[in-house]
């Protein structure tokens, strides 16, 4: 039966309390630092004020750590990809968020704390942000990485490149920065069966539903006591 636990603080400070080589792989969402044009704009800007349209029904709790300039959110997360790497074990896969301004950063963390890249997994959102004269803001991207080989004989799943999900809308969205929970079921066939996935920054709990659901445990991290209990009721729920 799988098992979850989630822990509440700060993700760097939490992984490094965890054990090494206690999981079977990593999916995590972590704050973009994204979304702002300038310096004055990104520190001046809440999270809410980036990712959030003007018009938007919901006052969905805001989340902190989302300033960072991109030198710092690339020293930041190869810390934290690199805690994440020790606890994963030998030919785990690690599966991390992106959009398209911190791609490049993202992809030199991966690589820095030890990860061997693997590929960019492009999730299309049908529902997206317009762009005047331009194109649509309409992919945000899942960078792939192991830890040493892929171990196809343990897990031989032939999964998509890409995949195509709406956001929670309406009383299903409970977080900003939402991910589908159709993509999550998904993503998560990554994992080994039975498997334990990490996920530092849990947010709402999505990929924790998803692990429970597919059978396969859980141990997440969240820094925001509100959006923690959101995710502990989701999570407990998910398990019932």
Request: charged residues 20%.
């Amino acid at each position: 039966m799988p098992i979850w636990t989630l822990h509440r603080g700060d993700a760097l400070t939490t992984l490094r309390t965890l054990p090494s080589g206690s999981v079977a792989a990593t999916i995590t969402d972590p704050p973009y630092n994204s979304g702002a044009m300038s310096a004055a704009q990104r520190t001046a800007s809440t999270a809410r004020d980036k990712y959030v349209s003007g018009d938007a029904q919901h006052q969905l709790p805001d989340f902190d750590g989302d300033s960072r300039d991109q030198r710092s959110y690339t020293l930041w997360l190869t810390l934290i990809l690199t805690e994440c790497y020790r606890i994963t074990q030998h030919a785990g896969p690690l599966l991390v968020f992106s959009d398209f301004r911190q791609l490049p950063a993202t992809s030199d963390a991966l690589q820095a704390a030890g990860w061997t890249w693997r590929g960019i997994v492009p999730w299309h959102k049908p529902i997206s942000r317009p762009c005047r004269g331009g194109f649509n803001r309409a992919c945000e991207y899942i960078l792939w990485g192991t830890k040493g080989p892929v171990d196809a004989t343990r897990n031989p799943v032939y999964l998509p490149g890409l995949y195509s999900a709406s956001q929670p809308r309406g009383k299903a969205r409970v977080h900003i920065t939402q991910k589908p929970d159709g993509l999550m079921t998904e993503l998560v066939k990554v994992c080994v069966p039975d498997g334990t996935i990490l996920d530092p920054f849990t947010g709402s709990g999505t990929t924790g539903v998803a692990a429970l659901a597919s059978g396969r445990s859980f141990i997440g991290i969240e820094q925001s006591e509100q959006i923690a209990t959101t995710a502990d009721a989701r999570l407990t729920a998910a398990a019932a």
